[in-house]
C-alpha cells in the first residue's frame, strides 16, 4: 500500500514537472517572438509620427475618440505656428505686404490666443476653430509677407508642418471638421517620459521604446535596454542648415551625429544593430529646391553643377556615410533607410523591410544563421 501511494506521488511529481518543463518552453518560443527595440533620435526627427504610422499600419486607422482628441492639438499647433512666424517677422523686420487687411488679422490672433492663456478653462466653441481665427490665418498666409518669413524659417524655430495647416485652413475650420490620418500624423506633440508602443507582424510581437526628452538623463537610463534586438535612430536631413531650440549655437545636424556616435559606441549597445532613418527626405529635396546649400554648413560636400534629383542622393549618401562612418564595432551591423516619415505607402514599405532585417537578427541571435 505503501508502495501504490509512493507510485501515485511519483508520477505526479512527474506531471507537475512536465507541465513546468512544456510552460518553459512556450516562455522560450514567446520570449523568442517578442522583439524588443529603442526608438531614438535628436528631437523633432520624427520618431512620435513613425510610431503614429506603426499604429495605422499594424493596428488599422484612429477611431473617432482618438481623432477627435487630436482636434485641440492640432488647432493649437496651426496657430502658435502662426504666432511664431509673426514674431519672427518682428525679429527678422520683415513687412507685411498688406497693412490693411493683414495687420487687424494679426492682431486678432494674438488677441485670440492671449484669451486662451488667461484663461485655462477656455476652449474652441463645440471643439471648433474660431471662425475669426481661420479668417485671420487665411489672410495672413495670403500676405507675400508672410510668405517671405515662411520662407526663412531656418532662421528660427518653426514647426515642420506649418504650411500644411495653413494650406488645409478652411477645411480645419469647418463646423464638422474631423482629422484626417495626415492631419492627425503632423500633429505636434513635446514627447517626455517613456512610451511603449505594442503591436504585431505576422507571430513577431513587437515592443517598441520612445526615450524622447529624456536626453539628459540618458546615463541613468540607458543600461535598461541593454538587451534590445535593434535600435531605430532617427536623423532629419532637412535639418543640415538649422540649430537646436535649446542652443542656437549648435547645428542640428551636428548634435545628431553627436548623439548618435554616443549610442552607437555605447558599451550597453557593442553588437546591437542599428537601424538608421535619414527621415524628411521631402524638405530635405524642398530646401536643395530653394537654394539651401549643404557645403555652407558642412564645407566637406561638394555640390557643384548638380541637378536636383542627383544632389538629393549623394547629400543623402554624404550623410549616410558620416553616419555608418561613426560605428567602432566590427560586430554591429548598420542599416540604412531614406523615410518621409508622414508618407504611410512609403513607411508601410520600409517597415516591411525591417521586419525582414529583425527576422534575420533573431534567427542569427537563436544560432539559426
Not at 155 to 163: F, H, K, P, R
Not at 202 to 218: A, I, N
Not at 229 to 241: Q, R
Amino acid at each position: 500500500m505503501g508502495c501504490g501511494g509512493s507510485k501515485e506521488i511519483d508520477a505526479e511529481a512527474k506531471m507537475m514537472n512536465d507541465q513546468i518543463e512544456s510552460q518553459i518552453r512556450k516562455d522560450k518560443v514567446l520570449l523568442r517572438n517578442e522583439i524588443k527595440m529603442l526608438l531614438l533620435g535628436a528631437g523633432e526627427s520624427g520618431k512620435s509620427t513613425i510610431l503614429k504610422q506603426m499604429k495605422l499600419i499594424h493596428e488599422g486607422s484612429y477611431s473617432a475618440g482618438e481623432r477627435e482628441s487630436y482636434k485641440e492639438i492640432i488647432f493649437s499647433n496651426t496657430i502658435q505656428s502662426m504666432l511664431v512666424i509673426l514674431d519672427a517677422m518682428e525679429m527678422l523686420n520683415i513687412q507685411f505686404q498688406n497693412q490693411l487687411l493683414s495687420r487687424p488679422s494679426s492682431n486678432a490672433i494674438r488677441s485670440y490666443n492671449q484669451s486662451i492663456e488667461n484663461d485655462p478653462h477656455y476652449h474652441h466653441q463645440a471643439m471648433r476653430l474660431d471662425p475669426r481665427v481661420v479668417d485671420a490665418i487665411e489672410q495672413l498666409w495670403s500676405d507675400n509677407g508672410v510668405r517671405s518669413c515662411y520662407d526663412r524659417s531656418r532662421e528660427y524655430q518653426l514647426n515642420d508642418s506649418a504650411g500644411y495647416y495653413f494650406d488645409s485652413i478652411r477645411r480645419i475650420g469647418q463646423p464638422d471638421y474631423i482629422p484626417s490620418d495626415q492631419d492627425v500624423l503632423r500633429s505636434r506633440v513635446k514627447t517626455t517620459g517613456i512610451s511603449e508602443t505594442v503591436f504585431l507582424i505576422g507571430e513577431l510581437r513587437y515592443r517598441m521604446f520612445d526615450v524622447g526628452g529624456q536626453r539628459s538623463e540618458r546615463k541613468k537610463w540607458i543600461h535598461c535596454f541593454e538587451n534590445v534586438t535593434a535600435i531605430v535612430f532617427l536623423v532629419a536631413l532637412s535639418e543640415f542648415d538649422q540649430t537646436l531650440y535649446e542652443d542656437e549655437s549648435v547645428n542640428r545636424m551636428q548634435e545628431a551625429l553627436n548623439l548618435f556616435d554616443s549610442i552607437c559606441n555605447s558599451r550597453w549597445f557593442v553588437r546591437t544593430s542599428i537601424i538608421l532613418f535619414l527621415n524628411k527626405i521631402d524638405l530635405f529635396k524642398q530646401k536643395l529646391i530653394l537654394g539651401a546649400r549643404v557645403e555652407d554648413f558642412f564645407p566637406e560636400f561638394n555640390s557643384f553643377k548638380q541637378l536636383i534629383e542627383k544632389l538629393l542622393q549623394t547629400g543623402a549618401e554624404f550623410f549616410s556615410q558620416r553616419f555608418v562612418a561613426l560605428n567602432q564595432s566590427p560586430a554591429k551591423q548598420i542599416y540604412v533607410h531614406l523615410t518621409c516619415a508622414t508618407d504611410t505607402s512609403q513607411i508601410r514599405f520600409v517597415l516591411s523591410a525591417v521586419n525582414d532585417i529583425i527576422i534575420q537578427i533573431n534567427l542569427r541571435e537563436c544560432g539559426l544563421l
